[in-house]
């Protein structure tokens, strides 16, 4: 429990007063800054009308004639919404962060390439060496070549997708997963670090043909 400064009452953590709607400043995680359970699935929609509301009741602005612990209180408690919002709203920050309320990094289970992206990995670092290596060549090779990328370009997006989808199942198991079923966590655990890693790859593997293709376009 906590005790508000300006009114005294006593109620659970949260980032403002329910009788007096000053700001606590209480040590919160990031969905109940929000106000929201501990669920993976979320309303986008609700997501950002519950961030705009609390945004505006805690403005520093409104407490700027406010004793100091209350203008400390309404800054600490603006970032650590932004903060919340900015982590929740993309499915992959909100799985990171999962998996940091659960005691776990994502590094942990990183090491490795996922089994199933590393053909294609390695289909994409040759078509990104043949690129770099036509520079210097005709502009109808390079062209062909730069065809190829962007169609695997265009197959990693879709690889993407498919992984969101399986990060979403993810996030739905755990929503209904329940200690008292006796079940471990464990394998939900492994799941979405592997999705994750999946995804951070296909990143890479996006942001490495985007790099190469624009060095081909300005060569």
């Known amino acids: 429990m906590i005790?508000?400064?300006?009114?005294?009452?006593?109620?659970?953590p949260r980032l403002l007063c329910t009788q007096c709607g000053v700001p606590l400043g209480a040590g919160l995680d990031l969905f109940a800054a929000l106000g929201l359970p501990r669920k993976l699935t979320l309303d986008p929609a609700r997501l950002e009308q519950i961030y705009h509301d609390l945004g505006r009741r805690i403005h520093p602005d409104r407490f700027a004639d406010k004793s100091v612990k209350l203008r400390d209180a309404s800054?600490?408690?603006?970032?650590?919404?932004?903060?919340?919002y900015r982590t929740l709203r993309d499915p992959v920050t909100r799985g990171l962060y999962w998996l940091e309320l659960n005691g776990h990094q994502l590094a942990d289970n990183n090491k490795n390439l996922p089994p199933d992206l590393a053909e294609m990995v390695f289909e994409v670092q040759d078509q990104l060496a043949d690129l770099r290596a036509a520079r210097d060549g005709s502009a109808?090779?390079?062209?062909?070549?730069?065809?190829?990328?962007d169609e695997r370009r265009a197959?990693?997006?879709?690889?993407?997708?498919?992984?969101?989808?399986?990060?979403?199942?993810?996030?739905?198991?755990?929503?209904?997963?329940?200690?008292?079923?006796?079940?471990?966590?464990?394998?939900?655990?492994?799941?979405?670090?592997?999705?994750?890693?999946?995804?951070?790859?296909?990143?890479?593997?996006?942001?490495?043909?985007?790099?190469e293709l624009d060095s081909a376009q300005a060569a």
């Open 140 to 149: 109808g090779e390079t062209e062909r070549l730069r065809g190829g990328v």
């Open 3 to 12: 005790k508000c400064q300006s009114c005294a009452r006593e109620q659970e």
């Open 75 to 84: 800054l600490r408690g603006t970032a650590l919404l932004t903060r919340a």
């Open 155 to 211: 197959e990693l997006n879709r690889v993407i997708e498919e992984a969101r989808h399986e990060l979403a199942q993810n996030f739905a198991r755990w929503d209904a997963y329940s200690e008292h079923d006796g079940a471990s966590r464990d394998p939900l655990v492994m799941e979405l670090k592997t999705v994750l890693s999946k995804i951070a790859y296909l990143r890479t593997l996006i942001r490495d043909i985007d790099r």
